[in-house]
C-alpha cells in the first residue's frame, strides 16, 4: 500500500491541533484530570468490525467519530516499524496460508512465552506487506480475513495528518513500542525510529496529537532521555482475575515488564498502582493506561465445591458468570499524581459483560466514565461514544 498523499504539512497539523485537541470542550465540571471529556480510543482501529491494524480498521474508526487511533508497533527484519500486535505473525495475519513461507515457522520464546509460528524479524517489509490481516476473535466478522495488508507507522502518519485535514479536528495517534527489550536483543531497536519518526512528522511535544505508551518503563525512559517531549504512558497489565476473590493474577508474559523478568526483579505490575508506584511512573511518564480490572474488578458466584457457578448455563465460565464489585482507589490516586488514566479494552461481546451490566456494553462505560477516567481503549468505537454523549447528558454536559 502506498503512503496517503496529502499537502497538509506539520506546521498547519500543529496548528490545527491548537484549536481543536481530542476532549477539547467548554465542559466544565468533569472530574477528568483535565475537566475535559473522556477520549475514545480505537483499540487498533475499529477492531471489533475490521481486522485489526489495517488502514481499513483505522479508517472505519476515524468514520465512528474515535479521538485517537491505536497501533502496536513492531520492526521487520530490514528495520521498518509496521503496525502488528504480536511478533508471532500466525495470531493475526494469514501468514499459515502462504506455502512460500513454510519452512519459517518456528518455536521460540517471545518475553519469556514460548510460541510456535512465524515471527516478524524473520521478514522483510515486502514479505509482510504480502500478507493480510485476520479477526484475532471468532464471534467477529471473519469475511475481511486476508483482505487487508499490514501497514506500516509511516502510512499511520500520513493518514493522521489526511484524516485530520479532512474532517477538520485532530485526530491522535497512540502507538505502542511492542516489545521493546525483545526486539533489543535481536538487534531491532524501536526507539530510535519511532523517535526520529515522530520528529520528521512534527509532532515531538506535550501538545502534539500523539500519544506515546509502553509497558517498559525502560523504554519510556529511553525515549525522554533522547528528547521525546510526547504525552507518555506507562501501560500496566494483568493475566486474570481470581473469580473468588476479585483480585489480579499474574503469569508470563504479562506479570511484570520484561525488562524486570530479565533483570531478576521480582515485583509484578501491581506494583505499578501503589502510591509509590504512581509517583515513581510521574518522574517518566504523563498517565497509565491499567488493564480496567484495577479500577472494577469482578467476582463469580461459587458453588458449594468451591468453584465458579456457570451462572448463564453456556458451558462456559467467563466474565458473563461475575459481578463487578467495588471501584477501587486507582484513578483518584493516579489523578492526585498527576497521571491521566485510560483504560484497557472496553469490548461488546457478552462474554466479556459481567452481569450488572446486563448485557448492556454501554453500562460498562458509563461505570468507567463515572469514576473520572480520561479515556478508554475500546474496540467498538461507537458504543464508546454513545455512551459518552450519554453521560454528558446525565451530568448536563
Not at 526486539?183 to 520528529?199: H, Q, S, T, V, Y
Not at 520528521?200 to 525515549?223: C, D, H, R
Not at 462456559?316 to 492526585?336: E, F, G, M, Q, Y
Request: include cysteine; glycine fraction near 8%; charged fraction near 25%.
Amino acid at each position: 500500500m502506498k503512503p496517503f498523499a496529502t499537502a497538509l504539512t506539520a506546521a498547519a497539523t500543529l496548528a490545527l491541533v491548537a484549536c481543536a485537541m481530542p476532549g477539547a470542550d467548554s465542559a466544565k465540571g468533569l472530574i477528568t484530570l483535565d475537566g475535559k471529556q473522556p477520549l475514545v480510543v480505537a483499540h487498533r482501529g475499529a477492531s471489533g468490525y475490521l481486522p485489526e491494524e489495517t488502514m481499513e480498521a483505522y479508517s472505519r474508526a476515524v468514520e465512528l467519530g474515535a479521538d485517537v487511533i491505536e497501533m502496536d508497533l513492531l520492526i521487520t527484519k530490514d528495520g521498518v516499524l509496521v503496525a502488528r500486535h504480536d511478533p508471532n505473525l500466525a495470531i493475526s495475519t494469514d501468514v499459515a496460508s502462504h506455502p512460500e513461507f513454510a519452512a519459517r515457522k518456528k518455536t521460540m520464546k517471545v518475553d519469556g512465552e514460548t510460541q510456535t509460528g512465524w515471527f516478524i524479524q524473520d521478514f522483510t517489509l515486502a514479505e509482510v506487506k504480502t500478507l493480510g490481516g485476520i479477526s484475532t476473535d471468532a464471534e467477529r466478522p471473519q469475511q475481511f480475513n486476508g483482505k487487508f495488508k499490514v501497514v506500516t507507522f509511516q502510512e499511520i502518519l500520513d493518514f493522521q495528518k489526511l484524516k485530520t485535514r479532512e474532517t477538520g479536528r485532530a485526530i491522535a495517534i497512540y502507538p505502542e513500542t511492542k516489545n521493546p527489550t525483545w526486539f533489543r536483543d535481536m538487534g531491532l531497536p524501536l526507539e530510535d525510529k519511532l523517535i526520529a519518526m515522530i520528529n520528521a512528522a512534527g509532532l515531538n511535544s506535550k501538545t502534539a496529537p500523539i500519544y506515546v505508551q509502553s509497558f517498559e518503563p525502560g523504554s519510556l525512559k529511553y525515549m525522554k532521555s533522547k528528547g521525546l517531549n510526547t504525552k507518555l504512558i506507562q501501560l500496566i497489565d494483568g493475566d486474570g482475575i481470581d473469580m473468588k476473590t476479585g483480585a489480579m493474577t499474574y503469569a508470563i508474559p504479562v506479570d511484570r515488564p520484561y525488562e524486570w523478568a530479565k533483570a531478576g526483579d521480582a515485583r509484578t505490575f501491581s506494583a505499578m498502582v501503589t502510591p509509590a508506584g504512581l509517583a515513581e511512573i510521574k518522574t517518566y511518564a504523563d498517565g497509565i493506561g491499567p488493564w480496567k480490572r484495577y479500577i472494577i474488578s469482578i467476582k463469580g458466584t461459587m458453588g458449594a465445591d468451591g468453584k465458579p457457578v456457570d451462572v448463564n448455563k453456556d458451558g462456559k465460565i467467563n466474565d458473563a458468570d461475575a459481578t463487578s464489585i467495588t471501584p477501587t482507589t486507582l484513578v483518584a490516586d493516579a489523578h492526585k499524581a498527576g497521571l491521566f488514566v485510560h483504560p484497557f479494552t472496553f469490548r461488546n461481546e457478552n462474554r466479556r459483560l459481567p452481569i450488572d451490566y446486563a448485557g448492556d456494553p454501554k453500562n460498562e462505560y458509563l461505570a468507567y466514565y463515572r469514576l473520572g477516567v480520561d479515556g478508554v481503549f475500546t474496540d467498538f468505537t461507537d458504543t464508546a461514544i454513545t455512551a459518552r454523549t450519554a453521560y454528558m447528558k446525565e451530568i448536563g454536559r
